[in-house]
């Protein structure tokens, strides 16, 4: 059976700068659908040829070179269509529909426009009787900016298209390295047994950006760090850390366990969402040498900056699951826009034993750690403590570790975060996609927190742009006795 994909906003932002050449990359592994088809609609009249040449000129731009050839250009050029039309309307769409869906084609529709009209274009789908039993939608976030937002949505959404036809897309779960971490803990047995509060002492989970955020000011500035990250990105690397192992590898049984797990969060109330919480917002810096504008300062022609502002760019939490696995434990999440470096990663902190025979040696017994590195390079790092060779008394210890690395240096990655999710759309697999359930109780317990910031008037606390965030984010990890890992190996005192 042959696929249609139909992107609705298909000459917007989005479409160009990732979903072609996201859907390049497919073109280039040979996993592109039989005789697929990708029509791109817009309400601006243009021919096909020059939405072509206008794809082109984004993808020459985003995909590496040494992946770049005419020859597959021309092939996957070949499979785009442009439909001029307002979605939101039954009879322009009944004209697309006419002109480019054949009945017996699945439909895959993609809505790459703001969420506030999904449901207008549901409607009109569904009234030209575009929607049957083997379409499916994919749509993204923002779902909402509380869980009372997100249901209104999703209502609309599941007026016409059930569960199991949704694809909603968080794209780290379309990163190899986070799918990695099912692998990780699930295809290494020995893991299982030091999986919970007996061994490990504590979790952090750093997903940090340099960049600010630029002319996104608008949208950013009703969304914040929590919003924006927490809710969806952080939660999902959270889940995947955190779960029970699912009964097999598919949809039903992976997001079941997702959802226990955000179930289980531990709601942030006002009695602790001070100690548990900092929010931040940078401030004039120097990022890589170059000197940026404070969040309250930022370039913005079209809106007007609220000098106000409580919005927050950074934001350190204190989380906890309640479950049988995990509480006791601190799981620490961190993210913020502005910061010193670019990366993500998640730290797991071992319990130590308090019998020290070492203790009397020189060097440091340092906690084990497992490091896995998500992004920009992928792979994993154990930290072991050995012997620091030499005739020194005693047992002189030092960090050292074991180092996975997951990356091919040789070749350009041939595919991203949304290939990987395409590929799994045209497959018919939602595992790496999350269901409403999920996004429901990642809102629940996030509304739960702007609650207690507005209960308790908390405020953003500054920090300058390239430095590691606020102050009090130190202090909010070091009272679990650790602090932020920041790469480096633990001190060696002589
Ligand atoms: C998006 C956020 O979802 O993720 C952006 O809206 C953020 O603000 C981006 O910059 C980060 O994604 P990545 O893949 O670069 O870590």
Redesign the pocket.
Known sequence: MSTDLFIVGGDGDLALRKLYPSLYYLEINDCMPDSMRIIGTARTGQSREEFQAKIKKWLVQSVDEKLYSEEKWLSFANKIYFAQGDATKPDDLEKIGQEFFNEDNVLVVYLAIPPKIFGHVCRSLDACGLVKENSRLIVE?PLGDSRESFLEINEELSRVFTEKQLFRID??LG?ESVQNLLALRFANDFFEPLWNNKYIDSVQIT?T?T?GVGN?WAF?DQTGATR??VQ??LLQVLCLMAMEPPAMLDADSVRAEKLKVLKSLKPITNEDVFDRTVRGQYVRGTVAGEEVPGYLEEESDKYEIDPNSQTETYVAIESEIENWRWSGVPIYLRTG?RLNKKH?EIVVYFKQSHHNIFAKSKGERCPNKLIIQL?PDSGISLHLNSKVQGLDAGIPLKDGFLNLDLDDHSEPMKHD?YSRLFFDVFRNDQTLFVSADEVEAAWEWVDQIFTSWKETGQKCENYEAGTEGPDRAHRLVNSCGQKWYDGEYCPIEY
């Open positions: 976030k794209h780290y990163k997903v950006e960049v996104r950013y924006d990250m969806n990105h826009k993500s992004q975060a």
